[in-house]
């Protein structure tokens, strides 16, 4: 279980967090959507450990993220994927998986591939001379590599054409009935993302605007009221 409960958090004299709070049973999947500067980046730091609460904490199944290295909770079971293709474009795709395992099983690579066929096929190809939906693909299977409870994904769409878009939203929803992981997706692309969770937030200045399922967030005809 992962619980926010009343986080503060910012940078210097700036608030960027206020007294947020989420509960997140086991496997579950939240969108989390609002402005630029609204915090969501922010959000997904401090529940990694690589921002520190002012108030309040992040506690995954009874211990407090904000206390302990951000390798500490990945070793715990928090993987985090920043906006942007995270891979080493001069290794190949086998070599970009087999550094992401490193700490934990290199041989967990089989059911990554499984969970990706075209990185299997594509296994010695050089990262960097894949399409951006391809290395997408790369940064989410070496994310996986740490064997996750939870995959924290930052704007995962970003730079994708739609059509792509709708083919990663569909291998998160997939992984997450295949693994059992939970899903905690910042994105710009409201309606792609609602199709994937279950439950929805929008943050706004920090603090939430709105919170429940996505389905009641998908049904809002004037869906940008709460931005
Ligand atoms: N490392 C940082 N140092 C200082 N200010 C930051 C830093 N990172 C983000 N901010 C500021 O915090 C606010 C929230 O940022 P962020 O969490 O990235 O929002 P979002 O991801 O919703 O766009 C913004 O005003 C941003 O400029
Ligand atoms: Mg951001």
Known sequence: MLQVQNLTAGYGSL??????????????RLGVFGHNGAGKTTLLR????????????????????????VAENVRRGIAFVPQGHNVFPNLTIEQNLRIAGLLFDPSFVTQVYELFPVLA????????????????MLALGMALMTKPKWLLLDEPSTGLAPVIVRNVMRRLADINE?????????????????????????????????????????????????F
Do not use: Y
């Not at 608030?15 to 579950?28: Q, R």
């Open 178 to 226: 295949r693994t059992g992981v939970g899903l905690i997706v910042v994105e710009q692309n409201v309606p792609a993302t609602l199709k994937m969770v279950e439950q929805a937030v929008i943050l706004r200045s920090g603090q939430i605007a709105f919170q429940g399922s996505a389905e009641e967030l998908g049904r809002n005809t004037d869906l940008w009221k709460w």
């Open 121 to 136: 096929e594509r296994c010695r190809q050089r990262a960097g001379s894949m399409s951006g939906g391809e290395q997408q």
């Open 15 to 28: 608030t960027v967090l206020n007294g947020v709070s989420l509960s997140l049973g086991n496997g579950a």
């Open 46 to 69: 401090c529940i990694v450990g690589a921002v520190r609460p002012r108030d309040g904490k992040v506690d995954l199944d009874g211990t407090d993220t904000g206390v302990a290295t």
